[in-house]
């Protein structure tokens, strides 16, 4: 029988890694061209550009400033967990990986599952509401001792 490969996304807001299992006593391995990591912004920086106020032709100050309907550090970091997302997708069409283990913080992790496609969703075996990125790999693999024989 044929051992299973498993994945292992480690992710955040701004920073995401895939981990391959290929199967008891070999560990983890970090797949070099699944790593992605955006600069993580404060709201401000985000919204350095925007038009500042002026002083109008009567003399009172006008708000020419545009209020942001939303968040932009969370919409900044759920754009960057679904096209994190949307390159697993391309390996889950690819059956690059049998199983999936994901462990990302809490509001990345509800990124994610509003972006799994029914064939992500089945190959979850696991889902972590913990941010692991900042871990190193044999820290990693204490973390997932009970769901796979590393």
Do not use: C
């Not at 391995?29 to 106020?53: H, K, T, Y």
């Not at 390159?87 to 069409?93: A, M, N, S």
Request: proline share 5%; charged share 25%; net charge neutral.
């Amino acid at each position: 029988m044929k051992a299973k490969t498993t994945w292992i996304l480690v992710a955040n807001g701004a920073q995401a890694k895939v981990f391959e299992h290929t199967g008891p006593g070999k560990g983890l391995r970090i797949i070099d061209e699944l790593q992605f990591e955006q600069e993580p912004l404060q709201a401000r920086e985000i919204m350095a550009d925007r038009p500042g106020n002026s002083i109008g032709s009567q003399g009172a100050r006008n708000s020419g400033g545009v209020e942001y309907s939303s968040d932009p550090v969370a919409v900044r970091e759920r754009r960057f967990v679904e096209n994190v997302a949307a390159e697993l997708e391309k390996h889950v069409q690819k059956d690059a990986f049998d199983q999936l283990i994901v462990a990302a913080a809490p509001t990345a992790l509800g990124n994610l599952r509003s972006v799994y496609s029914k064939a992500m969703k089945d190959k979850i075996m696991a889902e972590l509401p913990k941010d692991l990125t900042n871990l190193p790999t044999p820290k990693l693999e204490a973390h997932f001792a009970d769901t796979l024989a590393i």
